[in-house]
């Protein structure tokens, strides 16, 4: 048998399989049979050196029926119940289902989630979730991104800011566990270790001289979030993030009552600028009274919220320890599909004790945020208000 003769037969029995890695070279190859190039024996070589992938003999979506729930919780960092929950609103909601168009039978929306969550939960290469799933390493990576794209457009869903309504509640629930009055949120930036662009090492290297991204967020008393930003570069400093966030700016065009009714506000560091809404510690310049030291005791009790909320995070979802991308915008959605995933993970009273200590971020009080002499002014006066309500 000749090379060409050999040559076709090769690439038809990969032609067979669909291997869109093979089927590029189809070109290349028919040039070689119509103008006997000399190239026949490289691009023969080509095929033959490629390796066959061994699959597992039983593939896990065969025996996850059988997981007791405490693994099926592990793995997946969801309980089943919940899982089923999160398939129902994806079915309806999003768009995972592609018709059979001929070859390999597209995988169900149920597998295709359970790949994602395995990916998310885990720190483990595509490849290692490839091996697991019984699937190419190409298919992990187009179904992770198409389910996380579709997480992240229920974001609005599962991330709301509250209404007027729910404020109340939420400021009853705060105040229930600390006794800080007019507390709707929690406000503090987190760092995410990623692999910064090349020609950008500068921008994204931040106080640890680890690469990462920061997320500004703000939640409940009982974890949740209301408002994420995130892919902000890590040399940022928060009150930078923060002045460039959609919180900030929907206040400086519509004024603070239209986030915070006229009554509530925010506990934030000192990295931020204490504002009416927006109520921070008093700063030690080594003259603070007893008073003052109780109070920011208490209001860093209350604050401490978000720090356990970063933490519930990136102790569910390990992937977030370090997001193994350069592509900024992607490791953005990344965060982002887990914040949905968090909160819909508590609203359905899913808890896990995993937690991870927030750690990489450091209170920088250099930086401020431009706030009028009269929104300072009226800041200090209701800190000073909820100093003698609070304090004796």
């Known amino acids: 048998m000749n090379d060409e003769s050999e040559l076709v037969l090769v690439m038809l029995s990969y032609i067979m399989e669909s291997q869109s890695t093979v089927l590029k070279y189809r070109q290349l190859c028919w040039n070689v049979l119509q103008y006997k190039r000399k190239t026949n024996l490289r691009i023969l070589k080509l095929l033959l050196s490629r390796q066959s992938h061994i699959r597992l003999q039983n593939p896990i979506d065969t025996i996850i029926k059988d997981y007791v729930d405490s693994d099926f919780h592990s793995h997946f960092r969801m309980m089943r119940q919940t899982f089923f929950k999160l398939v129902q609103i994806c079915l309806k909601e999003c768009n995972l289902t592609k018709k059979y168009s001929g070859g390999n039978q597209p995988l169900s929306v149920e597998k295709k989630i359970l790949i994602t969550l395995w990916y998310l939960a885990k720190e483990g290469s595509m490849g290692s979730v490839a091996e697991v ?9 187009c179904v992770t991104r198409d389910v996380i794209l579709e997480l992240c457009k229920l974001s609005p869903k599962f991330i709301a800011w509250p209404s007027k309504e729910d404020a109340l509640i939420l400021a009853k629930d705060f105040q229930s566990r600390s006794d800080f009055p007019d507390v709707i949120g929690a406000i503090d930036g987190s760092h995410f270790c990623i692999k910064a662009p090349l020609d950008q090492q500068d921008c994204y290297t931040d106080r640890k001289l680890n ?7 703000i939640c409940t008393s009982n974890f949740l979030f209301t408002n994420v930003n995130i892919g902000y570069p890590g040399r940022l400093h928060d009150a930078r993030v923060f002045s460039n966030s959609d919180v900030f700016k929907k206040i400086e065009t519509e004024g603070p009552k239209s986030l ?14 204490n504002t009416s809404w927006l109520i921070t510690p008093f700063k030690d310049y080594g003259n603070l009274t007893i008073r003052h030291r109780k109070f920011n005791t208490k209001l860093s009790k209350t604050r401490v919220a978000i720090e356990n909320t970063f933490g519930l995070l990136k102790g569910r979802w390990r992937r977030l320890l370090f997001i193994d991308t350069n592509n900024i915008k992607m490791a953005s959605i990344i965060i982002l599909a887990t914040c949905v995933l968090h909160n819909f993970c508590l609203l359905n009273d899913d808890f896990l004790d995993t937690f991870i200590r927030d750690e990489n971020d450091m209170v920088n009080t250099h930086q401020r945020v431009e706030t009028s002499r009269v929104e300072i002014r009226t800041g200090e006066e209701k800190r000073r208000d909820l100093l003698n309500l609070l304090i004796q």
Do not use: C, E, P
């Not at 990462?212 to 967020?217: D, E, L, R």
């Open 133 to 141: 799933f019984n699937v190419a390493r190409s298919t992990v990576k």
């Open 260 to 273: 915070f009714y006229g009554k509530y506000h925010l506990l934030g560091d000192l990295a931020y600028t």
């Open 211 to 217: 690469k990462s991204i920061i997320m500004q967020a």
